[in-house]
T-cell receptor
Framework: GAGVSQSPSNKVTEKGKDVELRCDPI?????LYWYRQRLGQGLEFLIY????????KSGLPSDRFSAERTGESVSTLTIQRTQQEDSAVYLC?????????????FGPGTRLTVL | AQSVTQLGSHVSVSEGALVLLRCNYS??????LFWYVQYPNQGLQLLLK??????LVKGINGFEAEFKKSETSFHLTKPSAHMSDAAEYFC????????????FGTGTRLKVLA
């Protein structure tokens, strides 16, 4: 596709349930990022993938959060035993390479609401 | 360590007036700087970026930003605001090669008054 896509666009779940969010990056982009954006706040870095290298998980807020990426394709962010404070928009971005020179292209986000 | 500070979480301007959104950064290496815009219920879209070429950078929709090393600033401007400019704007910094993390500011919500 032409851009980064994310699914679902909206997810409402009950506290304690697990959720899985999906990101399809732009083809050929080796770097992939996940961010969390709470209402009225900036972007909070969660995790970074680069090719087959070990991911940078330093931004994951707890062990309930995990993410996977197979090669340079789709990534999934999983939140186990969701809590109300997990409610946020989860944004995925990809870039051509991790040089810092190339801009990140963002998906439309998944709005997660935990009741 | 790198950081970004955006002064003013909310800015209001009249239609046709100058838009000025402030961004200051700190970086121990020559930075790359970006401005992104986020329209309601959408992802972030790149407005412009500075990558050590010209210090005055022109972007889309009539926006521009000037890199001032002495002031460690990268303020975003537009001579004449349009209603369609109402959105949230994020400044971001990344370092030279080897530093893949982008540090985003907390954002400035721009309101354009008729």
């Amino acid at each position: 596709g032409a851009g980064v896509s994310q699914s679902p666009s909206n997810k409402v779940t009950e506290k304690g349930k697990d959720v899985e969010l999906r990101c399809d990056p732009i083809s050929g982009h080796t770097a992939l990022y996940w961010y969390r954006q709470r209402l009225g706040q900036g972007l909070e870095f969660l995790i970074y993938f680069q090719g087959n290298s070990a991911p940078d998980k330093s931004g994951l807020p707890s062990d309930r959060f995990s993410a996977e990426r197979t090669g340079e394709s789709v990534s999934t962010l999983t939140i186990q035993r969701t809590q109300q404070e997990d409610s946020a928009v989860y944004l995925c971005a990809s870039s051509l390479d991790p040089s810092g020179y190339n801009e990140q292209f963002f998906g439309p986000g998944t709005r997660l609401t935990v009741l | 360590a790198q950081s970004v500070t955006q002064l003013g979480s909310h800015v209001s301007v009249s239609e046709g007036a100058l838009v000025l959104l402030r961004c200051n950064y700190s970086s121990s290496v020559p930075p790359y700087l970006f401005w992104y815009v986020q329209y309601p219920n959408q992802g972030l879209q790149l407005l412009l970026k500075y990558t050590s070429a010209a210090t005055l950078v022109k972007g889309i929709n009539g926006f521009e930003a000037e890199f001032k090393k002495s002031e460690t600033s990268f303020h975003l401007t537009k001579p004449s605001a349009h209603m369609s400019d109402a959105a949230e704007y994020f400044c971001a910094v990344s370092g030279a090669s080897g530093t893949y993390k982008y540090i985003f500011g907390t954002g400035t919500r721009l309101k354009v008054l008729a």
